[in-house]
């Protein structure tokens, strides 16, 4: 699993030891990113307003205790924090992703295909998002390999 932060405020908030690499110092955009990804990882894309950061924090701790498992589905998270987006990315997120900015969280899965598979407003039992990834035809394909 692999964290792309483009908030470091959030880093400090953290106080757990995560691999993670800022986009915002690799200057590149989301879009960007997530055209990387395809084909290749499963994204989770987290999205907080900054008065609502303890819903990002919550999903975080819970997604850090099942690491092993994000790692199995090549999952990987991308925390997104509203003062700190670029206008072009929130832009992007609000064009292909819906995304309504007065929202408090919102969350995409995002498949290898590059397509968004589920939306959440609230974050997720991580149990639950394993079922949704482990029923997708592309990873029943991966896990059917030797």
Do not use: C
Request: glycine fraction near 4%.
């Amino acid at each position: 699993m692999r964290y792309y932060w483009l908030i470091p405020l959030t880093i400090l908030l953290m106080g757990f030891a995560l691999t993670m690499e800022s986009v915002a110092n690799q200057q590149k955009s989301l879009k960007a990113i997530l055209t990387e990804k395809k084909d290749h990882r499963r994204v989770l894309l987290l999205y907080t307003r900054d008065d609502a950061q303890h819903y990002s924090i919550q999903q975080q701790e819970a997604l850090n205790e099942e690491k092993a498992g994000l790692d199995e589905r090549d999952l990987d998270v991308i925390v997104l924090l509203s003062s700190l987006l670029m206008e072009p990315d929130r832009q992007f997120l609000m064009h292909d992703f819906k995304l309504n900015p007065s929202d408090e969280f919102s969350a995409w899965l995002i498949g290898k295909d590059g397509g968004v598979k589920q939306t959440y407003k609230k974050p997720i039992d991580v149990k639950d998002l394993f079922r949704i990834i482990d029923s997708m035809p592309m990873r029943r394909q991966e896990k059917s390999k030797p």
